[in-house]
C-alpha cells in the first residue's frame, strides 16, 4: 500500500479507531467510519474501503462534508460466484453432513437426508449486479432454471443473461434454492424476512455470502430448525468473528463460512491495493475509480 503512494506529499500512518487528526486527508478502513470520526478528521478527502461492501461508512455524512467513498466491487466477483455455487453443491449433495457422519464413524450415504440433482434447482438470485451475473452463469453451465430479482435493472437486461426476470416474491415462490448478492442498506437490511422465507417451497436451501443483515438471521435458523428449509449456508454472520455472546451457529444441514468467499492470494492482493489507488486519485486531483457518493468538492 505504501508504494502506491510513492512520489506525494503524504505519511501513511497505520491507527485504529477512533480516528482523529487535523493532517489526515485520507482514510483506507475495513473498520466502521461514523459522522463522529469524519467530523474528528476535517482535512480527509477521501475514505476508500477494501471491500465491494461500503455499510460500514457512513456514506450519507461523507458526502455531506464533501468526501469521496470508494470501494472496491469487482475484486473478488469469480471468488465469490464459485464460493456460492460450491455452498449450494455442499447442501444439495450433502457433502459437509456426510463428511462429518463419516468422522463421526458413520459411513451411510443416507446421513445427508434426501440430495437432488443440480439439474433439478431451480436457483434464485436476488441482486444481479457482477456477483449475481457470474453466480447465474455458472448455475446455468450446470443445468439449473435460474431467475432473479434486482429492481434496479430492467427486465430484458436480465433476461439477456438466460436468467428469468421476476418478482422478489415470484423468485420466492417458485425457487428451490435462493442465494442473496445485493448491497445491504437501510431499504435492504432483512430483505429476506420471516414472511419471505416462508414463501419457499418445503425443503428450499439458502445460501448467503454477501452480508447477514440482508436476511433475517433468527427466522433462517428457525425455518432450518422446524424442517421448513433442505439446508442453509452462509458465509457472512451477525457478529464477526463470533463470540461467547454471539456463538457460530451449529444446526444439521447448515454450513458455516468464516467471511471466506471473497479470498484467494490474487483478491487478497487487489483489494487494499486498487483501494489505496483511488486514494491517489482524489489526491492528486482526479475522480477516484469505484466512488459510492457523488461530492461537489474535495474540501470539507
Known amino acids: 500500500m505504501r508504494a502506491d503512494l510513492d512520489g506525494l506529499d503524504v505519511v501513511v500512518e497505520t491507527a485504529s479507531p477512533p480516528w482523529s487528526g ?17 467530523a474528528s478528521l476535517p482535512s480527509v478527502r477521501v475514505v476508500a ?24 466491487p469487482d475484486y473478488c466477483v469469480d471468488e465469490l460466484a464459485d464460493h456460492t455455487i460450491a455452498l449450494l453443491l455442499a447442501l444439495a449433495r450433502g457433502v459437509v453432513e456426510l463428511d462429518r457422519s ?42 439449473m432454471v435460474v431467475a432473479a430479482f434486482d429492481p434496479l ?26 442465494t442473496v448478492h445485493a448491497p445491504l442498506t437501510p431499504d435492504t437490511n432483512h430483505l429476506l424476512g420471516a414472511a419471505e422465507l416462508a414463501l ?24 432450518l430448525a ?35 468467499g471473497w479470498y484467494s492470494e490474487e483478491a487478497e492482493e487487489a483489494a487494499p491495493r486498487r483501494a489505496t489507488e483511488a486514494v491517489r486519485d482524489v489526491l492528486e486531483g482526479r475522480v477516484p475509480a469505484n466512488p459510492v457518493n457523488e461530492v461537489a468538492s474535495n474540501v470539507p
Open 226 to 260: 422446524d424442517g421448513r428449509l433442505g439446508g442453509v449456508a452462509v458465509d457472512v454472520l451477525d457478529v464477526e468473528p463470533p463470540d461467547a455472546a454471539a456463538p457460530a451457529p451449529k444446526l444439521a444441514r447448515l454450513v458455516v463460512n468464516p467471511h471466506a
Open 153 to 178: 435493472l430492467a427486465p430484458d437486461v436480465i433476461a439477456a443473461t438466460g436468467a428469468r426476470p421476476t418478482s422478489l416474491e415470484e423468485l420466492l415462490r417458485s425457487s428451490t434454492a435462493v
Open 102 to 143: 463419516v468422522r463421526d464413524g458413520g459411513w451411510d450415504h443416507r446421513a445427508a437426508g434426501r440430495l437432488g440433482r443440480l439439474a433439478d434447482v431451480r436457483l434464485g438470485i436476488v441482486g444481479f449486479g457482477r456477483i449475481g451475473r457470474a453466480v447465474a452463469g455458472r448455475a446455468l453451465a450446470l443445468g
Open 49 to 72: 474501503t477494501p471491500s465491494v461492501g461500503f455499510d460500514h461508512v457512513d456514506v450519507t455524512a461523507a458526502t455531506a462534508r464533501g468526501v469521496w467513498v470508494c470501494n472496491v
Open 22 to 38: 487535523e493532517d489526515v486527508v485520507g482514510l483506507l478502513s475495513f473498520e466502521p467510519v461514523t459522522a463522529d470520526d469524519l
Open 200 to 223: 419457499l417451497p418445503m425443503g428450499a436451501y439458502v445460501v448467503n455470502v454477501a452480508r447477514a443483515g440482508l436476511v433475517d438471521s433468527e427466522a433462517l435458523l428457525a425455518a
